[in-house]
């Protein structure tokens, strides 16, 4: 019976294969051979067609990358070389309506760093970098590790705020600081002489550096705890919860429990987000320049807005240019000690691992 059906399964079926080929005989081999299998035909049949096939395949990710490299290379690259070339000319007021072109060479950067006004405004911005970037992420991680221990309703009311928060413009929050910060009608001063401080009643708030650069950090650091609160709640929540219970079986507190399981297991996150916090902040332009344009007396000057005064306030386009590009310097040497930092912690996770 079972022969029939084998008879009958080889009537109803096709005699070829695929190309018009002779199928195979059952086991592989092919009728009339000395018993040694036989390649399929239809593998040397396309091969070639398959290695046609990749070469294009190969090339398709460079093609979808196409048009961003190409709108990178106009809209930031091409403005960076005139940038360049302009930061070796002498470029006046003078040079700009006459067209001239009026080589100077290495000039303009020799003499601003043979000025003292860069170092300082140089120093001035590390340090305000530096502070703003610590009270952001100290901050930051405790609202994030906030958000991780409240319930849902109130998680939900405090994220609302801080989306908020992150989604006003730079400039319109900027505005309700001067006016909250004002020293006539100011709702700060309003406050501090409620609660006893007679002497806060006018207090002008712009009138000092010190002063300035505390408004200044209060508006950086509010507009910028959401991006540092939001994504370490979220990244919190991919560290599994054993840990955590195992922790606290081996009577570790909270700050054991911090160091111990969530810094180790989102030490990446942290080193990624203080980088991208310090290059916001060190670039920082339109909160400085919009409370007191540097002053007072240029002394809240940073390296943008030192750039801008010197290039656009000052008519000095050269040295504008120049200052602009040592900025970029030193934002390129920090993004080199960051890459630095990744990779040695990728090669000891590597080693450890």
Do not use: C
């Not at 950086?220 to 079986?249: C, D, G, H």
């Not at 240019?321 to 090669?347: C, N, W």
Request: glycine residues 8%; hydrophobic residues 50%.
């Amino acid at each position: 019976m079972s022969v029939q059906l084998d008879d009958a399964a080889d009537k109803a079926a096709p005699r070829t294969g695929k190309g018009d080929a002779p199928p195979a005989r059952r086991g592989g081999r092919r009728a009339g051979s000395s018993g040694t299998p036989s390649a399929p035909a239809h593998r040397t049949a396309t091969a070639p067609a398959h290695r046609a096939a990749s070469a294009p395949t190969r090339r398709t990710p460079y093609l979808l990358l196409l048009p961003a490299l190409l709108a990178t290379a106009v809209f930031l690259g091409w403005p960076i070389v005139r940038n360049l070339l302009l930061s070796f000319q002498n470029l006046n007021m003078k040079e700009l309506i006459q067209h001239l072109t009026d080589w100077r060479g290495t000039g303009n950067y020799q003499e601003i760093l043979g000025s003292e006004q860069f170092w300082r405004v140089t120093s001035r911005t590390v340090v305000f970098t530096a502070v703003n970037v610590v009270l952001i992420m100290v901050l930051g991680v405790l609202i994030g590790l906030l958000l991780a221990r409240l319930g849902t309703t109130m998680r939900l009311v405090l994220s609302a705020a801080l989306v908020l928060a992150w989604a006003m413009p730079v400039i319109a929050a900027t505005t309700v600081f001067q006016w909250l910060f004002d020293s006539r009608y100011g709702v700060v001063n309003w406050v501090l002489d409620r609660l006893g401080w007679h002497s806060m009643a006018h207090y002008d708030w712009v009138g000092s550096q010190l002063s300035t650069f505390f408004v200044i950090t209060v508006l950086i650091v509010w507009q910028s705890l959401p991006f540092v609160a939001l994504n370490l709640y979220a990244a919190t929540t991919t560290i599994p919860k054993e840990l955590y219970e195992a922790a606290r079986m081996d009577g570790a507190g909270t700050w054991k429990v911090f160091t111990s399981v969530t810094f180790p297991f989102l030490k990446p996150f942290f080193l990624a987000t203080t980088f991208l916090e310090i290059i916001w902040v060190f670039k920082a332009f339109p909160q400085i320049f919009a409370i007191n344009q540097g002053g007072p007396d240029r002394l809240t000057e940073t390296l943008p807005i030192y750039a801008f005064t010197e290039g656009v306030g000052n008519l000095h386009f050269g040295m504008g240019a120049a200052i602009s590009l040592l900025t970029i310097v030193v934002l390129l040497a920090m993004t080199a000690y960051y890459l630095r930092l990744t990779f040695k912690q990728e090669q000891q996770e590597e080693n450890g691992l």
